[in-house]
């Protein structure tokens, strides 16, 4: 199952992380920081502890909780993760949607590839755009 940063993977997490919880800014000592309302931290506890956050667009911000156990890493993209959650709340919610490549697919699938050789180890460079 997709995970946001390896947290979201039992199917209760997963099942409210379309949730929305309100918040507001607020200060603490000399620092601002934000206030959500306690339904967040109870549905998602992997929330309790260190997060970070990423402004992805003019006021959207992504934020994602930080395992205790897990050091940092450049190859996550907060922004895939989000939607790899979304894509596995959306099939848990309506499996009835999946349906299975066809025939007719799979074969022009084929045929467009055919001849062309993949290596799944290869080095794309970090100019590469998916």
Excluded at 102 to 127: K, N
């Amino acid at each position: 199952m997709a995970t946001l940063n390896g947290s979201v993977r039992s199917g209760d997490r997963v099942k409210n992380a379309g949730q929305v919880y309100r918040g507001k800014q607020t200060r603490t000592g000399n620092s601002s920081g934000f206030r959500f309302e306690s339904a967040l931290f109870r549905s998602h506890p992997e929330f309790n502890g260190e997060v970070k956050a990423h402004v992805i667009a003019p006021g959207q911000m992504l934020v994602s909780a930080i395992a205790p156990s897990r050091e940092e890493s450049e190859e996550n993209d907060p922004v895939l993760e989000a939607f790899l959650a979304f894509l596995a709340k959306d099939m848990e919610d309506h499996p009835e949607q999946i349906k299975p490549l066809s025939a007719d697919l799979m074969e022009r699938i084929e045929r467009l590839t055919q001849g062309m050789s993949v290596d799944p180890d290869e080095d794309l460079g970090d100019e590469v755009l998916i």
